[in-house]
């Protein structure tokens, strides 16, 4: 296969996968989008190993090496601030369980975290995962950039 078809493959994928989660949303069927996903994402990976055009060498592994470690360096901190952030909004309300009695007749009820809070957990989830993707996509570039990923090889000329 060639790289550019992998490529393509990839949008198509991509596509199929944003249709199957409007297709899980309309259902409310969220078991569907995880299959397909996991496949989709099963389905690229024996995609790229079939690709024939494989420009990968010693440099090409170092600098995808460094770019994953600097990428899970900064994410953890992140991911760690950001919980410890909603670690505290959580606790500083009861945790969605309801006293037996709701009090004296009159008063307003305690104030609890409700249920819908967990598809707002859900896309808050994503808009990490969105910025682990461009932490990887921005070491990426500056290491190929630091070791001349794009450079040409001088065994090639």
């Given at each position: 296969?060639?790289?550019?078809?992998?490529?393509?493959?990839?949008?198509?994928?991509?596509?199929?996968?944003?249709?199957?989660?409007?297709?899980?949303?309309?259902?409310?069927?969220?078991?569907?989008?995880?299959?397909?996903?996991?496949?989709?994402?099963?389905?690229?990976?024996?995609?790229?190993?079939?690709?024939?055009?494989?420009?990968?060498?010693?440099?090409?592994?170092?600098?995808?090496?460094?770019?994953?470690?600097?990428?899970?360096?900064?994410?953890?901190?992140?991911?760690?601030?950001?919980?410890?952030?909603?670690?505290?909004?959580?606790?500083?309300?009861?945790?969605?369980?309801?006293?037996?009695?709701?009090?004296?007749?009159?008063?307003?009820?305690?104030?609890?975290?409700?249920?819908?809070?967990?598809?707002?957990?859900?896309?808050?989830?994503?808009?990490?995962?969105?910025?682990?993707?461009?932490?990887?996509?921005?070491?990426?570039?500056?290491?190929?950039r630091k070791y001349?990923?794009?450079?040409?090889?001088?065994?090639q000329d």
């Amino acid at each position: 296969m060639k790289r550019n078809t992998f490529y393509l493959l990839a949008g198509i994928v991509a596509l199929a996968e944003v249709g199957i989660f409007w297709l899980s949303v309309e259902l409310e069927r969220p078991i569907l989008i995880q299959v397909a996903f996991v496949l989709g994402v099963l389905l690229l990976y024996a995609a790229r190993r079939a690709v024939e055009e494989r420009i990968e060498d010693e440099r090409t592994a170092m600098i995808t090496q460094k770019a994953a470690l600097r990428t899970l360096e900064v994410f953890w901190v992140a991911f760690f601030a950001i919980s410890l952030g909603s670690a505290v909004v959580a606790f500083s309300r009861p945790l969605g369980l309801r006293p037996p009695h709701p009090g004296p007749p009159g008063t307003a009820p305690p104030d609890v975290l409700e249920l819908p809070f967990i598809g707002g957990f859900a896309l808050f989830q994503m808009a990490l995962l969105c910025l682990m993707i461009f932490l990887y996509v921005g070491f990426r570039m500056y290491y190929a950039r630091k070791y001349g990923e794009w450079d040409t090889d001088e065994e090639q000329d």
